[in-house]
Structure formats: structure tokens, C-alpha cells
């Protein structure tokens, strides 16, 4: 079970992390700067989604429900981390919602981003339960764009095998999007980070790719 945050001690196999590290910078020198990373990097365009991402829910944005929704239905459109299946549902779910839900959905994400985290999370998936949409994927895309150095993205298949290979042992996932597991998901990467070398963590997104691609090398512990 998750524990509270003032009381929970982070478990990990630190072992395995620090294998993973010298098996990826053995591979890749210098890390996410090595040029086999920095071409990949360029697949998923994140210096430009950040950007995008950004600029379009600064807070000041907020005012025009509409342009909010659309701009929620580009950066999932656009995100290379993103199902091919689940964008255009996404697009037709946000069309489909009546303007009582289009509002509630754009002051989730303004308290997910600007505000209360956790109750705008909460009303997020909310909303999206209403189309059957509350996917790890769609409720987390747009922090870990927005706070890409303090937000994650949960993709279920990485987030299991992260969790079985590390042994975290303070995480229980579940399918359904549920504000505790994000919590100490994202507080189990950031604390994972300190552990190894900064080249490995220009972004959060970047650091769970680590884990991933590492993660079939630890087969042989």
C-alpha cells in the first residue's frame, strides 16, 4: 500500500539502479547528450513540446475555455509518448462534452498545473471517466510537458516494469488513475535521480526512458 508522504521511506533496489546506470553509460556516454540519445531526443520533439506546452496554459490563458480544449487536444495529438489509438478518442470525447463539463475539465487542469494538484487531478479524471477516457497517459501528459523536471508521465507498461525491476516496494498500481500513486510515482523518480549521474536526467521523461531501455540488462543480476 502507499504510505502517507511524511511517513514513507522510499524502497528500491539500488543495486539494480546503479547497474542500470553503468550498463546505459557504458552504452552511452555522456548520457541523454551522447549522439544515438540525442537523435532519438529529436523523435519526440521535447524542447518543443515543453515549449508548446507552456506557452499554452500559462496561467493568464485560462480565461477561454475553448482555446484551452484545444490546446489539450493538440499537445496529446502532437506527444510522440501518446497512443495512436487514444488521440483521435480524445479529440472526439473533448468534442462531445457538453460546456458544463468542457469548464470543469479546463479549472481541473488550471488547479493541476497553477493550483491545488491534487484536487484538479481528481476532477480531471473525473471528466474523463464520463467516456470511459481516464487513462494514465491522457491525465499526465500535460504536467510532465508543463514541470517536465518535476511532473511524470505514466505509461502503464513502463510504470509495472519500473516497479517490478526496482522493487519498489511503496508503490501499488492500479489502472484506474488515483492521485496517490501519481504522488509517490513522481516522488519516487525525482528521488531515483539523485542517485545517479545528472546526464541521465534532463527531463523526467527522459530518466523513466533510461529505466525502460536499462531494464532488460538487469536480467542478468
Not at 487542469?109 to 494538484?117: I, N, P, S, T
Request: glycine share 4%.
Amino acid at each position: 500500500m502507499l504510505c502517507r508522504k511524511a511517513l514513507c521511506r522510499i524502497i528500491m533496489n539500488l543495486e539494480k539502479l546503479k547497474y542500470a546506470e553503468h550498463w546505459f553509460l557504458n552504452r552511452y556516454p555522456d548520457g541523454f547528450s551522447h549522439p544515438d540519445m540525442q537523435a532519438i531526443g529529436k523523435k519526440h520533439k521535447m524542447d518543443r513540446m515543453i515549449a508548446l506546452t507552456q506557452e499554452s496554459f500559462a496561467k493568464k490563458n485560462f480565461r477561454d475555455t475553448s482555446d484551452i480544449i484545444d490546446n489539450m487536444v493538440k499537445i496529446v495529438s502532437r506527444s510522440s509518448m501518446v497512443s495512436v489509438f487514444e488521440k483521435p478518442k480524445f479529440k472526439d470525447f473533448t468534442a462531445s462534452l457538453q460546456p458544463k463539463e468542457k469548464n470543469a475539465l479546463v479549472a481541473g487542469l488550471k488547479k493541476q498545473l497553477h493550483g491545488d494538484e491534487r484536487k484538479g487531478f481528481e476532477e480531471i479524471v473525473n471528466i474523463l471517466k464520463i467516456g470511459k477516457m481516464a487513462k494514465w497517459t491522457l491525465i499526465s501528459i500535460c504536467p510532465v510537458y508543463f514541470k517536465p523536471l518535476d511532473d511524470v508521465f505514466v505509461k502503464p507498461t513502463t510504470a509495472k516494469g519500473i516497479i517490478a525491476h526496482f522493487e519498489l516496494e511503496n508503490l501499488l498500481y492500479k489502472p484506474q488513475p488515483y492521485w496517490e500513486f501519481y504522488q509517490e510515482f513522481r516522488s519516487t523518480i525525482n528521488d531515483m535521480k539523485t542517485k545517479v549521474d545528472s546526464s541521465l536526467s534532463p527531463n523526467n521523461a527522459a530518466f523513466t526512458g533510461f529505466l525502460m531501455m536499462s531494464m532488460a540488462s538487469l536480467n542478468d543480476l
